[in-house]
């Protein structure tokens, strides 16, 4: 079994789907180390080490947090736990198309986000229209997300793929679609797309992932079993 692959190849294409936020963090990182190198007149070395310090401390912060756990590592292991290794195997076994369950798990994996508009809505003393339109559209994401992480489960035949992906997407958020001040943004937003797209499938092929099939259409064997 080739783990690494599971890791870095699903990892790097879902980073092209963040092509404009990581280039919009990048210039943030570079101008602040500009900034910081001419206010405090301090050299290179200076400034990476403070960088690193900040970094280090950012670390710490984040590893006794507990939403951090949660959000970052808790909720995309049982989430990928429950509506991956388990819904889709069962789904497939049932007689469903890959496609089928492609699209068709998500949504059961979206309706799962639905405390968020109680949530929101008794919690944080949101009006019910705008509790409704934020939930609505981190349902559709979520859909949207559920298809992909299906699709690697799937492909790669690794409950890691779909995980390393949710992990990485929770940390970024939804991604920088373009930038009123730099036009970069979105030209870099559009290639990461394009290249997402071109890589999606020969990215995700079984062979890159499994030594062996034993001559089943599926990485999973369901079609042989009893």
Known sequence: ????????????????????????????????WKEYKILNEADSFDCIR??????????????SNVVAWRNYVVAPFTEELVFRACMVPLLL????????????????FSLAH???????YSRQNCSMLKAVMVVGLQLGYTVIFGSYASLLFIR????????????????????????????????????GLVGFVWLLFPA?????????????HCWQGY????
């Open 93 to 108: 076994c049932g007689g469903f198309k890959p496609y089928n369950v492609v699209f068709l798990s998500p949504i059961f």
């Open 223 to 226: 079609c042989t079993w009893n």
């Open 50 to 63: 403070d960088a690193l310090l900040k970094f280090f401390d950012w670390t710490i912060s984040v590893s």
């Open 156 to 191: 790669t035949g690794h409950l890691v793929a779909p995980t390393i992906a949710h992990i990485f997407c929770n940390i970024m958020g939804l991604p920088l679609l373009f930038s009123r001040a730099k036009g970069t943004i979105t030209m870099a937003f559009v290639s």
């Open 1 to 32: 079994m080739k783990q690494w692959h599971a890791v870095v190849f699903p990892l790097f294409l879902t980073s092209l789907m963040y092509a404009g936020s990581l280039l919009s963090k990048t210039l943030l990182l570079v101008n602040s």
């Open 114 to 120: 639905l405390n968020h508009l109680w949530e929101l």
């Open 204 to 216: 995700t092929a079984p062979d890159l992932y499994n030594d062996r099939t034993d001559n089943c």
